[in-house]
């Protein structure tokens, strides 16, 4: 039947705690001879393959043999309606938006 409307503000009022509490940290890279490190996890090797997944981060590209690196791009092909217009993928939004011309916003839309 659904949350009650309780349930919903608690819910509500913990994600709010934690988006203003949340502190985003940036990994560091560190280059170990001819390798790249991050958390003393190997991101790419010395004969430049990059590491796609590991348990505490996910190279995202849509060029990595990867399925969750691929999805998460934002090249990856997906269609969904954006403001009634149908798009191929974010980054197609993300493209269009910096035009004004709504023409040039429709023909970007249609790239994937």
Do not use: H
């Not at 009650?4 to 001879?33: C, H, T, V």
């Not at 590991?54 to 090249?75: A, E, H, M, Q």
Request: contains cysteine.
């Amino acid at each position: 039947m659904g949350k009650l409307y309780g349930e919903i503000q608690e819910e509500l009022s913990a994600f709010k705690d934690f988006k203003n509490n949340f502190k985003f940290r940036q990994l560091a890279l560190e280059a170990k001879g001819l390798e790249i490190y991050c958390v003393d996890l190997l991101v790419k090797d010395k004969d430049d393959n990059t590491t796609a997944i590991t348990d505490k981060w996910i190279n995202v590209g849509y060029k990595l043999n990867n399925p969750f690196s691929r999805c998460l791009s934002n090249l990856f092909p997906y269609e969904f309606i954006f403001k009634g217009k149908k798009a191929r993928s974010i980054e197609a939004v993300l493209q269009c938006l910096k035009f004004k011309d709504i023409d040039k916003q429709d023909i970007i839309l249609t790239y994937s």
